[in-house]
């Protein structure tokens, strides 16, 4: 029997295609879903991994044996299968593996209008469905099995996103896109047809081997290329998509990169001003700047844990506008409080286009603190590393501290927070100061007693 507690996470299901994650035991996963959602009707899309269309397809057999009506939407990226869910009020799968290697695959999965499935709301039913079907063989076949059919949704998403975001009236630009040969190269065509954009794009071509370089935006080796071509074209901004291209990162005309944190109180301060105010959720590692930049338009920032599933949550509890996190997934009520970094390319693009300036002088208003970035550490014992931290700083009295999610510690010019990785024997730092000298002491200090 596969060891399902590593390939069903918290949030989705990934793993090594097939030594892992293979067709039968796809098949049974979609029967699974098919159990918990009541056999309503599903959607499903895939990426372009040579092993999504035939999984995808297994997927959608097991749902149907199970009595479900599948619709196939083929190569999507994981916000056009949000906005199929949305669109056509249907749970939904996505099998992607976004920034990992080739080797790998996974699903995503939503319950109707994109609502989340997370460890508590589904995927641990599943498991346990499976390991008994595993055990003692799946039940026989509903008796008015489903149908498997296809829909093309490109053009409706595309459209969708363009009535959210008005840029008919922006001026010329000119804009490098690096899809790094993931589903950003289908769909940004699509959703920039038409609109006063000069596009140069960077790896198009569909290819889940990922030739040129990782679909990983965050690693900062994979914006090397991005970052050479706005500077060699003098292009206005250059954008940087994951391999499922949920997540959009932001280079200015300098070829510098744009924070997320600071892309979020961007959003955030246009959204609020399109909806007269409203809930804002980022979490506990987006900088202070966007919980400042909310306030001062008018906004109620809540501050959650890290992780997609928390800040839908939040999101729907709130009735929150937006949401923002600082690995660059961006939430909108206006899209089913689901992530999508293609509205929020959109909102870049209308705010620089809106004004004459350049997009390193737009966006310094968001950008106020010296960060760190995201360090991590390889220890044995994170939870004993991660007690001498807190055991360093608890008797500060210039400092409080926080569990929200890890440990935080905030003083008045600077804050940490240090969180274990669920999957990997890591420690995770986030640091933050008003200037650049307290945040490379306040990393240093902290380091030395993680990595001692």
């Not at 990983?216 to 914006?223: C, R, S």
């Given at each position: 029997m596969p060891d399902l507690s590593q390939i069903i996470k918290a949030y989705d299901v990934r793993g090594v295609v097939p030594d892992q994650l293979d067709e039968e035991l796809v098949a049974l996963l979609g029967a699974a879903f098919a159990e918990i959602t009541d056999?309503?009707?599903?959607?499903?899309?895939?990426?372009?991994r040579p092993s999504s269309p035939g999984l995808a397809a297994c997927f959608a057999r097991g749902a149907a044996a199970r009595g479900a009506d599948v619709t196939l939407i083929g190569l999507c990226s994981t916000d056009q299968l949000y906005f199929a869910s949305g669109l056509l009020d249907r749970p939904g799968a996505m099998f992607t593996a976004s920034h990992n290697p080739a080797r790998y695959n996974g699903i995503k999965l939503c319950r109707a209008g994109a609502a989340p499935v997370g460890q508590d709301t589904g995927l641990g039913e599943i498991r346990a469905l499976v390991e008994r079907w595993l055990r003692d063989g799946l039940p026989p076949s509903a008796a008015d099995p489903g149908t498997v059919g296809e829909q093309d949704v490109l053009a409706d998403y595309a459209a969708h996103l363009r009535t959210l975001v008005d840029l008919t009236g922006i001026r010329p630009l000119r804009l490098v896109v690096d899809a790094g040969n993931g589903m950003g190269g289908h769909t940004v065509p699509s959703v920039l047809a038409g609109l006063p954009v000069d596009l140069d794009p960077l790896y198009f071509e569909l290819d889940g081997t990922f030739?040129?370089?990782?679909?990983?935006?965050?690693?900062?080796?994979?914006?090397?290329?991005?970052?050479?071509?706005v500077r060699e074209t003098g292009a206005d901004l250059g954008l940087a998509f994951d391999g499922d291209a949920d997540r959009c990162f932001v280079v200015d005309e300098r070829g510098e990169p744009v924070s997320p944190s600071a892309i979020t109180a961007l959003v955030a301060s246009r959204e609020l001003a399109k909806h007269g105010g409203g809930t804002v959720i980022h979490n506990c590692i987006t900088s202070r700047s966007v919980p400042e930049v909310v306030r001062e338009a008018g906004?109620?920032?809540?501050?959650?844990?890290?992780?997609?599933?928390?800040?839908?949550?939040?999101?729907?509890?709130?009735?929150?506008?937006f949401g923002g996190e600082h690995s660059a997934h961006y939430y909108f009520r206006d899209f089913w409080n689901a992530d999508t970094g293609m509205l929020a390319a959109l909102h870049?693009?209308?705010?620089?286009?809106?004004q004459?300036?350049?997009?390193?002088?737009?966006?310094?208003?968001?950008?106020?603190?010296?960060?760190?970035?995201?360090?991590?550490?390889?220890?044995?014992?994170?939870?004993?590393?991660?007690?001498?931290?807190?055991?360093?700083?608890?008797?500060?009295?210039?400092?409080?501290?926080?569990?929200?999610?890890?440990?935080?510690?905030?003083?008045?010019?600077?804050?940490?927070?240090?969180?274990?990785?669920?999957?990997?024997?890591?420690?995770?730092?986030n640091v933050e100061a008003r200037s650049a000298a307290t945040c490379a002491t306040v990393r240093d200090e902290v380091l030395a007693i993680v990595r001692a």
């Open positions: 056999a309503r009707p599903l959607v499903v899309g895939h990426d372009m030739p040129n370089h990782e679909a990983n935006p965050l690693d900062p080796a994979n914006l090397v290329d991005l970052q050479h071509r906004g109620t920032p809540v501050r959650t844990r890290v992780g997609h599933s928390f800040i839908k949550e939040e999101m729907a509890q709130h009735g929150a506008i870049v693009l209308a705010a620089l286009g809106e004459d300036g350049p997009l390193s002088q737009l966006v310094a208003a968001y950008d106020r603190y010296a960060a760190s970035g995201e360090i991590n550490s390889l220890v044995d014992d994170q939870p004993g590393r991660a007690a001498a931290v807190e055991a360093a700083y608890a008797e500060r009295d210039d400092v409080t501290l926080d569990h929200l999610d890890g440990l935080t510690v905030t003083a008045p010019d600077w804050w940490f927070n240090l969180r274990a990785s669920n999957t990997e024997p890591l420690l995770r730092l």
